[in-house]
């Protein structure tokens, strides 16, 4: 049995936080991506959002299969922490900018 617990979810931003966060996001097709502990395993998590906080904490917004039953989930953590390591890096640059490029978008039929 592994000694390592899971992450903690990160709550979300409150106007007592002070300023909002400086979000960060990469092409849709090119994201980071962070490994997730969760039901014994490491779990490939690719990043949706970097959050920078006021006080100079980092929340990643990261979609995952938690459960390995194919169902994936937005979750978002608090860097760094035991249950969450470095994935891959992305070769883009992060932007702040809204791009429709980097957001997810409804299935195209075929």
């Not at 992450?7 to 106007?15: E, I, Y």
């Not at 920078?52 to 995952?64: I, K, S």
């Not at 169902?71 to 702040?96: C, D, I």
């Amino acid at each position: 049995m592994s000694t390592i617990e899971e992450p903690t979810l990160a709550r979300p931003w409150r106007p007592e936080d002070g300023p909002p966060p400086k979000v960060w996001t990469w092409p849709k097709n090119d994201r980071p991506s962070l490994w997730v502990w969760s039901a014994g395993k490491w779990r490939h998590a690719p990043v949706v959002a970097r959050q920078d906080w006021a006080d100079g904490t980092v929340r990643y917004q990261v979609e995952c299969d938690l459960r390995g039953d194919t169902t994936v989930v937005f979750r978002t953590y608090a860097w760094p922490q035991p249950g969450l390591r470095a994935g891959l890096p992305s070769g883009s640059e992060p932007s702040m900018d809204v791009v429709e490029g980097r957001a997810g978008e409804m299935p195209r039929r075929v």
